[in-house]
């Protein structure tokens, strides 16, 4: 009921309050709003007035893929079911993907139940609203508690391998010694390197499909100019278009040339006679006699599942696996403890040049200059196709006008994301109905690290020609390089804004650590092979059994550790 000026003076007080609570508020509706505002489609998947706006095209019309699909066979629970097997995989994902294919070929029988739905190469158009919707755990919309990092994990048949940015990193050599020194020695082991290398070659990981796109040539203008590291990304795709259809994979890809699991590991789990359940929830573990003997869970229909098996590998992701863990019954305290995110977001640059940043390969090229700022913890830089949505991600809101010019400029803007390699975790809980509830938030020893990066991502762009540099600060902390303001400025300004809860726009697409493997009962929530200490034939197989920040993209680690 307020005058527009009123409301705009109610919400930037909120977002620059010194109570938490109010900023998540101001946090919280700017990012409902401004998604909905724009990736809202009109009937039909028409052009909205939005979108002519900023000039964005739409997703692109393409042809479909014309090579046909393996499609898999799934059961969409329509009644009240129970079903027997030896094995069963709770997650379809990285982790549980790969289980499935491994031990379904060993000649178990396996039941692999998915919270999601299954979705193919047709059912993938492009359109953010349907894809987040369909693909995204809670529509794409899921954050911490306080709503100071969104959290964006993949909730179909295949998980996050069929929403990443193919994006295939190896485990890196300093992180496995890191993590073999923490008790799990087989890190370091030949063993574990066949599991990558047997991994890497089923997704068929390759540097053959690196294409920059106008929006990467600003990343590697600016760091060939500064003198700094820049080589390409290692990807799981076979004949990628790399061109405009590229862009739009984050809500899958059209063309089947992501190697998700869904593509590669789901195949051949069904090939040996896998069974695939989805839009089917886990609520709690069967436990009889300190053993995992089943899964009881709730279809999308309401429908009641049970599943009796002799073992259960939980996969569900490092917010509800430990979710699953806890209304199970487990108590081991390090079950939800130990998350890590590797926090990320833009720093963004406005340039004379048309870029039209929503296409072209998604990643094809990273920067590893300050990956080492302390030991093994700094930052990657990377870049990725910026569809409105994930450019209204970080773009700071000072009122409606200023909000719409800089949409304006959308077709000119580069976000050059920092990615940070988290070393002080937050945890997992579960509220009064067992609903996941994730804490988080920036330790001292990681902000400075953070810190540098957006100073570092800034000069990036004022080398590459930038006009306008802004973070994604609640403030608005800017500068314009000759012209208005410095380097300097933009540092005192970023400080002042400060790194606290929701004083800044950060989001996960890494979500890892909350049931990590370990030596002992004291220090882990699981035994060096995954198995719970607490209940025997119960292991967990996903990025929840990272014992610390992978430092990188971490698909093809969770894959080798549910290999091996």
């Known amino acids: ?63 479909r893929n014309s090579t046909p699909s393996s499609r898999l066979s799934v059961l969409v629970p329509a009644q009240d079911t129970k079903l027997r097997c030896e094995i069963c ?56 508690a306080d709503h100071s990092v969104g959290l964006l994990a993949g909730e179909c048949l295949g998980g996050g391998t069929v929403v990443n940015y193919t994006t295939s990193f190896r485990t890196p ?70 061109g405009k259809i590229c862009g739009y994979c984050g809500v899958g890809c059209p063309l089947g040339a992501k190697q998700s699991v869904a593509k590669t590991w789901m195949v051949d789990a069904q090939k040996s006679g896998a069974r695939m359940v989805t839009e089917t929830r886990a609520l709690k573990i069967r ?19 049970s599943i009796r098996c002799k073992s259960v590998i939980v996969a569900c992701g490092a917010v509800q696996t430990p979710a699953l863990l806890l209304r199970s019954g487990l108590r081991n305290e390090h079950i939800g403890s130990n998350l890590h995110l590797h926090p990320v977001s833009n720093v963004c640059g406005v340039f004379d040049e ?13 920067s590893d200059q300050h990956r080492s700022l302390s030991g093994n913890y700094g930052v990657k830089y990377e870049t990725t196709a ?9 773009l700071p809101w000072r009122g409606p006008d200023q909000h719409r010019s800089f949409l304006r400029r959308l077709t000119n803007t580069v976000g050059v994301g920092v990615l940070l390699r988290d070393r002080d975790g937050g945890r997992v809980s579960i509220d009064p109905q067992g609903h996941a509830v994730t804490h988080y938030r920036l330790s001292e020893f990681d902000r400075p690290h953070l810190r540098h990066g957006f100073i570092s991502a800034a000069r990036i762009l004022e080398a590459a020609g930038a006009r306008i540099i ?27 804004a400060g790194w606290d809860s929701g004083r800044l726009a950060l989001f996960s697409f890494h979500i890892m650590g909350s049931a990590r493997l370990g030596h002992s009962a004291q220090t882990s929530a699981t035994n060096p092979d995954g198995e719970t200490w607490e209940i025997r034939d119960l292991f967990v197989m996903d990025g929840s059994s990272f014992p610390s920040a992978s430092g990188v993209n971490p698909m093809i680690t969770i894959e080798a550790i549910a290999h091996r």
């Open 1 to 63: 009921t307020l005058p527009e000026e009123s409301r705009v003076r109610v919400l930037l007080s909120w977002a620059e309050s010194s109570l938490g609570r109010r900023r998540a508020a101001f946090q919280a509706l700017r990012k409902a709003v401004s998604y909905l505002y724009v990736m809202t489609p009109t009937l039909l998947g028409a052009h909205t007035p939005v979108w002519d706006l900023i000039g964005y095209p739409g997703p692109p019309r393409q042809s």
């Open 89 to 144: 995989i709770v997650g379809s994902g990285a982790g549980g993907g790969v289980a499935a294919a491994v031990l379904a070929a060993a000649g178990k029988n396996v039941i692999v139940l998915e919270a999601g739905g299954y979705y193919d190469d047709a059912d993938f158009d492009g359109a953010e609203l349907g894809g987040y919707q369909r693909l995204y755990a809670e529509g794409g919309s899921a954050a911490t």
């Open 173 to 242: 050599d300093d992180i496995r010694g890191e993590w073999a020194a923490q008790g799990i020695p087989w890190f370091t082991a030949a063993e574990y390197t066949s599991s990558l290398d047997a991994v890497c070659a089923r997704l068929s990981v390759n540097r053959n499909h690196n294409r920059i796109s106008f929006r990467e040539q600003i990343l590697d203008r600016g760091l060939r100019a500064l003198g700094w590291h820049v080589d390409t990304m290692p990807r799981n795709v076979i004949g990628c278009d790399q």
């Open 287 to 305: 436990v009889e006699a300190g053993h995992a003997t089943g899964v009881e869970a709730v279809s999308r229909g309401g429908h009641s599942v």
């Open 354 to 366: 048309e870029l039209r940043p929503w296409e072209g390969t998604m990643q094809a090229i990273y």
């Open 386 to 394: 910026l569809q409105p949505v994930i450019a209204a991600a970080a």
């Open 470 to 496: 802004y973070s994604p600060h609640a403030k608005w902390c800017s500068y314009e390089p000759g012209r208005l303001g410095s380097l300097e400025s933009f540092t005192q300004s970023i400080d002042s």
